[in-house]
């Protein structure tokens, strides 16, 4: 017979899972880009934060999706600006490229 797994002690917050995952399958620098999810209405704004959400990366693309592409058109013009402000909330120069795309929030 197996052996029962034993019962979490508390409740793990999302973030905390999502950082062990991407540790154990992406290199150091990657984990590090979890935290955009955690500091992103803080960083952005909370105009920006209610219609966008940071949905994944790839090195050192950061993917964000958007409600619409009115909402892309005018990222496009801030998006140095955001890569500077993500990049300074982070407190390394992680993202070096936003791609703005409509997908769910």
Same mark, same amino acid.
């Given at each position: 017979? *197996? !052996? &029962?797994? /034993?019962?979490?002690? *508390?409740p793990?917050?999302?973030?905390?899972?999502?950082r &062990?995952?991407?540790?154990?399958?992406? !290199?150091?620098? !990657?984990? /590090?880009?979890?935290?955009?999810? /955690?500091?992103w209405e803080?960083?952005?704004?909370?105009?920006?934060?209610? @219609?966008?959400?940071?949905?994944a990366f790839?090195?050192? $693309? $950061?993917?964000?999706?958007?409600?619409?592409?009115?909402?892309?058109h005018h =990222?496009?013009?801030? *998006?140095?600006? =955001?890569?500077?402000?993500? @990049?300074?909330? $982070?407190?390394?120069? $992680?993202? &070096? /490229?936003? *791609?703005? &795309?409509?997908?769910?929030?």
């Amino acid at each position: 017979m *197996k !052996d &029962k797994r /034993e019962p979490l002690k *508390k409740p793990a917050h999302i973030a905390a899972v999502l950082r &062990k995952a991407i540790a154990a399958y992406r !290199d150091g620098g !990657d984990g /590090e880009l979890v935290k955009v999810w /955690e500091l992103w209405e803080g960083a952005v704004g909370p105009a920006i934060a209610e @219609n966008t959400r940071a949905a994944a990366f790839r090195g050192n $693309l $950061l993917i964000v999706h958007v409600s619409s592409s009115t909402w892309i058109h005018h =990222l496009h013009f801030l *998006k140095p600006d =955001l890569i500077a402000t993500i @990049n300074r909330a $982070l407190g390394k120069p $992680l993202v &070096k /490229e936003i *791609k703005f &795309k409509v997908g769910p929030l």
